[in-house]
Nanobody, 123 residues
Framework: HVQLVESGGGSVEPGGSLNVSCTVSGYSYRNYCMGWFRQAPGKEREGVAAIDSDGTVTYADSVKGRFTISLDNAKNRLYLQMNNLKPEDTAMYYC??????????????????WGQGTQVTVS
């Protein structure tokens, strides 16, 4: 049973930085895809960044150059470093996992496992 637990959210002023992390347990697939998604009140869940078992990363256009996704396999932890944060980045941030195959930010419905989310507020 896969479990994902996010941490590290909080409040920051515009232009500031935050690093959120996701601890993964119970995952033993050789090929996998891990992603970060976010959802603001009244809006649909949107993809932020994804990384697969080959190390290939993809980013939503809105965060390119500001956010960095990384994976520490030794610690079973997924990270999202967020720099130059903007008020429009305010949302609940979720990590998600799936097996091999397509790994992108545009299809949250294909991710099988989700964390409970961590709130990021920029104001």
């Amino acid at each position: 049973h896969v479990q994902l637990v996010e941490s590290g959210g909080g409040s920051v002023e515009p232009g500031g930085s935050l690093n959120v992390s996701c601890t993964v347990s119970g995952y033993s697939y050789r090929n996998y895809c891990m992603g970060w998604f976010r959802q603001a009140p009244g809006k649909e869940r949107e993809g932020v960044a994804a990384i697969d078992s080959d190390g290939t990363v993809t980013y939503a256009d809105s965060v390119k150059g500001r956010f960095t996704i990384s994976l520490d396999n030794a610690k079973n932890r997924l990270y999202l470093q967020m720099n130059n944060l903007k008020p429009e980045d305010t949302a609940m941030y979720y990590c998600a996992a799936k097996g091999g195959g397509y790994c992108g930010t545009d299809s949250p419905e294909i991710f099988a496992s989700w964390g409970q989310g961590t709130q990021v507020t920029v104001s």
